[in-house]
T-cell receptor, first 110, second 115 residues
Framework: GQQLNQSPQSMFIQEGEDVSMNCTSS?????WLWYKQDPGEGPVLLIA?????ELTSNGRLTAQFGITRKDSFLNISASIPSDVGIYFC??????????FGAGTRLTVKP | DTGVSQDPRHKITKRGQNVTFRCDPI?????LYWYRQTLGQGPEFLTY????????KSRLLSDRFSAERPKGSFSTLEIQRTEQGDSAMYLC?????????????FGAGTRLSVL
């Protein structure tokens, strides 16, 4: 089963608003990844985090690796319609397979 | 396009039939992974290869499932005697392990519908 808990499960926001979502785990992870998945497509990597406390940006996206190594946050500033999709956090188990959360579904109203 | 390629994108089959999916990873990547994703869930690990060796299998990979990567390049995932519960998106990912970093890049997936 899934070891990563994402919240919220879904978000409905107006275009231009900022978005914040998070991911928590009962286990420590040494890497946190954030992916975005569009309908009918595979997940696309957005941001990779490698160190506790690390804050990394990719355009309007910013993600942080929690100090406890059991959580991570993703923020999207000034949302636009193409931000619509499902956002997954993921972390490697023993540096092999990836464990995924159940995702946060984002809807942006123009 | 030099990303991960999967074929076919969609497959509709009748219960009891065998199906085979193909994945072509990013060319310099030595690791290849198969995942299954059902509606409303994140991808779940099935198996992975390092070069041609299959190093790990999930308990989700029943005896009806078999994966190969004969020359350490492309991989196939076969499901025998398909069941309706096999309906899902099957995702392939590849990576180049570097130290502790192992970023996986995904293909677009094969969506299987078992009638």
């Amino acid at each position: 089963g899934q070891q990563l808990n994402q919240s919220p499960q879904s978000m409905f926001i107006q275009e231009g608003e900022d978005v914040s979502m998070n991911c928590t785990s009962s286990s420590i992870f040494n890497t946190w990844l954030w992916y975005k998945q569009d309908p009918g497509e595979g997940p696309v990597l957005l941001i990779a985090l490698y160190k506790a406390g690390e804050l990394t940006s990719n355009g309007r996206l910013t993600a942080q690796f929690g100090i406890t190594r059991k959580d991570s946050f993703l923020n999207i500033s000034a949302s636009i319609p193409s931000d619509v999709g499902i956002y997954f956090c993921a972390g490697p188990r023993n540096n092999n397979d990836m464990r995924f959360g159940a995702g946060t579904r984002l809807t942006v109203k123009p | 396009d030099t990303g991960v390629s999967q074929d076919p994108r969609h497959k509709i089959t009748k219960r009891g039939q065998n199906v085979t999916f193909r994945c072509d990873p990013i060319s310099e990547h030595n690791r290849l992974y198969w995942y299954r994703q059902t509606l409303g869930q994140g991808p779940e690990f099935l198996t992975y290869f390092q070069n041609e060796a299959q190093l790990e299998k999930s308990r989700l990979l029943s005896d009806r499932f078999s994966a190969e990567r004969p020359k350490g390049s492309f991989s196939t995932l076969e499901i025998q005697r398909t069941e309706q519960g096999d309906s899902a998106m099957y995702l392939c990912a590849s990576s180049l392990r570097f130290g502790t970093r192992n970023i996986q890049y995904f293909g677009a997936g094969t969506r299987l519908s078992v009638l």
